[in-house]
């Protein structure tokens, strides 16, 4: 299994604007394309005062299923310009980690 993540950082002002444009939008859209090893994502969000910061963590079966998402240069971010009109800053890469164990209680 591999491990996406990615992070982009907002206003306070856009934030809640920013979280629902996620769920609301872009998960489906995700979700919508149906991608063969595409598991999932995870949204997570932390006031840092001046900025909020988000963080996104997909999950996908293989390298070759993130590249179904992303495409061939899978490692570039994947943001929509919805997206990117909220963002003050965001990774311009993912980082790509293989899941070595997975605890569920």
Do not use: C
């Not at 998960?27 to 969000?45: D, K, P, Q």
């Not at 993912?94 to 997975?102: I, R």
């Amino acid at each position: 299994m591999i491990s996406r993540i990615w992070h982009g950082w907002t206003t306070p002002e856009n934030a809640d604007d920013y979280e629902s444009l996620l769920k609301n939008e872009i998960f489906t859209w995700i979700s919508n394309r149906e991608i063969a090893g595409y598991r999932g994502i995870h949204l997570l969000r932390r006031n840092l005062g001046k900025e909020i910061e988000f963080v996104t963590i997909m999950w996908f079966d293989s390298i070759d299923a993130v590249r179904s998402f992303a495409g061939e240069d899978y490692e570039v971010a994947v943001v929509p310009p919805k997206a990117r009109a909220l963002l003050s800053r965001f990774d311009a890469k993912s980082q790509h980690y293989d899941v070595k164990a997975k605890l569920e209680v």
